[in-house]
């Protein structure tokens, strides 16, 4: 089944939870992304994500539907008033990449040392991303410019609305990506950070060192984008994340 009737089966079950009010955890979160501003459809197309990850998991480990789950993930749904949001523009998102490598420098090369294990980590988890959506290569080089995004946001205490640019699913991939590198809102990471470092007892500068970190990541894997689709075309870089070994 193709992505798109995959998004139209699930957005389906969400409207006729909503017909039937039930479960009251779909509605709910349903009536708060109205009230961030979101527009009806947009709000069934966030819900319906995340009932098709729901969904996913339960066939991954031959579990049955549990309500208390789907509500649980429902609770872990970071909603932004898109009304107070700065309004990303297609030239935020081409721009990103440069106004982060002259903020917070990049990896150099001859320097990939310390970044090889982190940029290991993000290259699979996009491929990841890649097979579990059937992403193509423009939709993947947004998700990363949103999650370049969503992490200079963060650490600027600002929220951003970047429905003029990306589908919802994009920006809650995105989202779903940023939680994972970014202890200013994972509480978890920067537990296990503060771990590692037991020196370093400044949360800020925990949160700092880890975010610079990651946006030089991200700027690498943006630049290894341009790289690998001059060089092989428009699908340059998928080739290179589903066989990187090939490439080395």
């Known amino acids: 089944m193709s992505r798109e ?4 089966h699930y957005a389906e079950i969400i409207r006729n939870q909503l017909k039937m009010q039930n479960p009251e955890g779909t509605v709910s979160i349903y009536h708060k992304l109205l ?20 969904v996913v998991d339960m066939l991954k480990h031959e579990e049955d539907y549990d309500e208390q789950k789907w509500n649980h993930m429902l609770n872990g749904i970071r909603i932004y008033n898109l009304e107070e949001a700065d309004k990303v523009t297609a030239y ?6 440069a106004k982060l490598k002259k903020e917070f420098g990049s990896i150099k090369h001859g320097d990939e040392e310390p970044y090889l294990e982190g940029l290991a980590a993000y290259e699979n988890n996009l491929q990841v991303m890649v097979e579990r959506y059937q992403l193509n290569s423009r939709q993947l080089r947004t998700i990363v410019e949103i999650w370049m995004l969503l992490l200079y946001g963060s650490l600027h205490q600002k929220t951003y609305d970047f429905c003029a640019v990306a589908d919802l699913d994009l920006i809650e991939i995105a989202k779903s990506l940023e939680w994972y590198s970014n202890p200013i809102i994972n509480p978890k990471l ?21 975010v610079t970190m990651a946006f030089r990541l991200l700027i690498r894997i943006h630049e290894s984008m341009d790289f690998w689709e001059k060089k092989l075309g428009s699908n340059g870089y998928l080739n290179y994340l589903s066989n990187v070994e090939a490439f080395e």
């Open 5 to 8: 009737k995959l998004k139209e």
């Open 35 to 54: 009230e961030n501003e979101y527009e009806e459809d947009s709000a069934v197309d966030v819900l319906a994500f995340y009932m098709e990850n729901m």
């Open 92 to 97: 935020d998102m081409k721009k990103i990449t």
């Open 190 to 210: 920067y537990d296990t950070l503060k771990a590692e470092d037991i020196a370093a007892l400044d949360k800020n500068k925990i949160c700092e060192g880890s």
